[in-house]
């Protein structure tokens, strides 16, 4: 059986963390063993470094200048003490910006412990993403330091169009789901009542303003018996804007905020709802191309879902999603109304995500481009 060592320099058990990053790890992990090989997954805790799920290294990361002085002085030094004693056929790293100590460590990885090397950069242009002082200042050093990612890794996996990035080969695959993990949903009954859900973190290009602006739009002209309301699930840094936002318009009862959720409380809130709300401001980020992890989560759920921006996951012909326009206007709440009309069997979505959309069909291309027999 080929060993595969999966790195996520993630800290899983924080209140404000991305559920999705971290559901993604376990899927991806899952998918590739049953793909045939022996996952070692490398990822953290607040109480330290973990493999698998057995701690393998203890240290209290809370403070955010100590956590971000340990990855950038001690992290990858110390992963590589930790597996020294392995050898890996593939090595699968998702992308933070580099760093001089990040370089040092995928160049004794792929000249002594594995044989491949990949690393996933799930934004590209990922410049967008990184706006304080601090985050400029590291990509500064992370231009420098591109020219020698090529020397030590085999190929860069990307859900942008791109065939080279910094002058390495790109294995183009989307995110996946798995639909082992994620329930169809109940249909409702129809009501005179359409209810939104929004689940994920709350970036400003998740673009939760773009439909809260629309909902506010549509009840002031409002000619129709039906109202509307939105269930936003999730932490992030513009939750606090969003809640200031729906209380100057007035609309508190019709905008319902929630902390994050999984398990059965989120399959209710699914259970509870019509339309699923996408990413709406892509373009704040500076890309043009999404593979958002939260759009195959609702196609596996059966709900119909509308965003912005283009994700070659989805054809826009599809009856049961509506791409809305990019920018910075409004969602038109009309045309929401038209593809909740709709009432597309959960199971059609479902079976799309089935046979498009898993995990295993996305990472079998990182397999065939690499070669690796197993």
Not at 341 to 370: G, H, V
Request: hydrophobic letters at 40%; aromatic letters at 10%; glycine letters at 6%.
């Amino acid at each position: 059986m080929k060993k595969l060592l999966l790195i996520y320099r993630v800290i899983t058990d924080t209140p404000h963390g991305s559920i999705g990053v971290v559901q993604k790890m376990y899927d991806q992990k899952s998918a590739f063993e049953a793909l045939g090989f022996e996952v070692d997954l490398i990822y953290l805790k607040k109480d330290g470094i973990y493999l698998n799920d057995r701690l393998i290294h203890s240290i209290w990361l809370k403070r955010k200048i100590l956590i971000y002085r340990f990855f950038h002085t001690r992290f990858y030094k110390l992963v590589y003490n930790l597996i020294s004693h392995n050898t890996y056929d593939l090595c699968y790293i998702r992308f933070h910006l580099l760093h001089v100590q990040f370089i040092h460590f995928i160049k004794k990885l792929k000249e002594q412990l594995t044989q491949k090397l990949i690393i996933e950069i799930p934004t590209f242009p990922y410049e967008g993403e990184y706006r304080d002082m601090l985050a400029r200042m590291r990509i500064r050093e992370d231009r420098r330091l591109r020219k020698q990612l090529r020397k030590h890794i085999d190929a860069i996996v990307s859900y942008s169009p791109d065939e080279e990035i910094f002058g390495i080969s790109v294995i183009q695959i989307q995110n996946g789901v798995n639909t082992n993990r994620i329930g169809l949903r109940k249909q409702r009954q129809v009501a005179q009542e359409l209810r939104m859900i929004a689940v994920g973190k709350l970036w400003d290009w998740y673009g939760l303003d773009r439909l809260i602006d629309g909902i506010s739009a549509y009840e002031k002209k409002k000619n129709s018996d039906i109202s509307i309301h939105l269930h936003i699930v999730g932490e992030g840094p513009e939750k606090k804007n969003l809640r200031a936002r729906v209380r100057s318009l007035g609309i508190e009862h019709l905008v319902v905020f929630h902390e994050g959720q999984s398990g059965d409380p989120l399959d209710r809130l699914f259970d509870a709802a019509d339309i699923a709300v996408g990413t709406l401001a892509i373009h704040r980020k500076h890309v043009k191309y999404s593979s958002s992890i939260k759009h195959r989560d609702y196609a596996a759920r059966g709900i119909p879902f509308f965003y912005s921006g283009s994700d070659r996951g989805f054809d826009q012909e599809l009856p049961w999603i509506l791409t809305i326009k990019e920018g910075d206007t409004p969602v038109d709440i009309d045309a929401i109304m038209d593809l909740w009309s709709r009432r597309i069997d959960p199971k059609i979505i479902r079976q799309y995500a089935i046979k498009y959309l898993r995990w295993e069909q996305q990472l079998q291309k990182i397999i065939r481009f690499l070669e690796i027999e197993h």
